[in-house]
């Protein structure tokens, strides 16, 4: 912000701490508009809407009077976050060493530290078929897994280690915080074991991207490459972002890579924590998306049901043939925007769709029924599609 006179800004305790001075200028492109308060010709800005806007961190010296504004530097993000990445190593169930097969058919991933006392979330395309799987934390010390939890719908897997005191990643709060453009860092194990916890930096690409996924993914330029999947990507304040599932890879690709956001991760774990499982609400319906979402163009137009499966969507008076275009005042034009949006609902509850049915638009209140696998069938039938 700029003014006339000093510009001066505050702490939450009040503290007043001298940044800039300058004259009156146009404010630019791409300025943030905070919240303000001129007194005595200066003006006051709470400083922790000045960190969220600017992406920094901050100190208070009270000794010196004195606010200092700091953002992490790669290196420093990396010293941070590294200690809470693991790589995971296992054979693959196929794989039989008996008969003098190949002892070195293994497959390796990489994980994240989500509580001091051993869980691990990775993806689930990298512990799924794992069989003697190793972990090895950044210090070198070797753990089986004790217990595994695998959710191919959103590729995501909560694993188990017998240690404690481990240091868990923090995760960013809002996926909305991250823009376009901002720099990032991913932590894995690329290609080979031994080269555990390498780091590869980019920008995030896009945001919001329906590609191969159960729910919308990160777009990164970051080198993303074998190995890599279930580790993390980190802003420069070192928060985990998300969780790193997969890259294009096909001559005349280049640096196209895709992390599972940060909102995603937590409510698969949180669900997994609470019961044990993942329990997704569902409509219950079979739907087709139109031609112009398939191919990616921006589209109003509604999704089709080509199937009643549940009795509650029967009970509601859905039938083949019918539009979808709502739910709850929310606009919807692909699967992946229904399965965004089921994440804040459980089985049970109860949601108004606004239809076209017959040629008329209707509302129909229906309670939500449980997904009874085809989110998992729609997964399986994308996995053979996505490269890792």
Do not use: C
Request: proline residues 3%.
């Amino acid at each position: 912000m700029r003014t006339k006179g000093n510009a001066w800004f505050v702490t939450s305790l009040g503290v007043a701490v001298f940044l800039s001075s300058g004259g009156t200028e146009a404010a630019a492109a791409g300025d943030k508009a905070l919240k303000a308060q001129k007194i005595k010709g200066s003006i006051y800005v709470d400083v922790n809407d000045l960190n969220k806007a600017l992406g920094t961190n901050g100190t208070y010296n009270g000794s010196s009077g004195t606010y200092t504004l700091s953002t992490g530097t790669v290196p420093q993000v990396i010293e941070k976050v590294s200690s809470s990445v693991v790589g995971i190593i296992g054979r693959p169930f196929s794989s039989d060493t008996s008969a003098g097969g190949d002892r070195y058919n293994l497959a390796h991933g990489t994980g994240v530290i989500i509580k001091n006392n051993g869980w691990i979330v990775t993806n689930a395309h990298v512990i799924d078929g794992l069989d003697e799987v190793l972990v090895v934390t950044s210090d070198g010390k070797t753990y089986g897994i004790t217990e595994r939890f695998s959710d191919p719908v959103s590729d995501l897997a909560v694993i188990k280690i017998n240690a404690n005191h481990l240091k868990p990643a923090v995760f960013a709060d809002s996926p909305a915080q991250l823009q376009v453009g901002e720099q990032v860092v991913a932590i894995g194990t690329p290609i080979s074991f031994s080269l555990r916890n390498s780091a590869t930096t980019g920008v995030v690409s896009g945001l919001n991207r329906g590609v191969n996924a159960s729910y919308k993914l990160i777009q990164t330029d970051t080198a993303i490459n074998p190995g890599n999947s279930g580790g993390p990507l980190v802003n420069l304040k070192g928060q985990v972002v998300g969780i790193n599932t997969m890259k294009f890879s096909a001559v005349g690709i280049e640096n196209m890579g895709f992390s599972i956001p940060a909102d995603t991760v937590k409510y698969v774990i949180n669900q997994f924590f609470k019961y044990g499982e993942v329990r997704r609400a569902s409509l219950g319906l079979d739907l087709e998306e139109s031609w112009s979402a398939i191919v990616g163009l921006p589209t109003d137009d509604p999704l089709t049901v080509t199937a009643v499966a549940s009795a509650e969507a029967k009970q509601a008076k859905i039938a083949e043939g019918d539009e979808l275009y709502s739910i709850n005042g929310k606009r919807m034009t692909s699967i992946i925007d229904i399965n965004e949006l089921m994440k804040s609902f459980q089985p049970g509850q109860t949601v108004t769709l606004l239809m076209q049915s017959d040629g008329d638009i209707v509302e129909r209140k229906m309670k939500l029924s449980r997904d009874d696998g085809s989110m998992l069938e729609a997964a399986e039938a994308r996995a053979s599609e996505a490269v890792e």
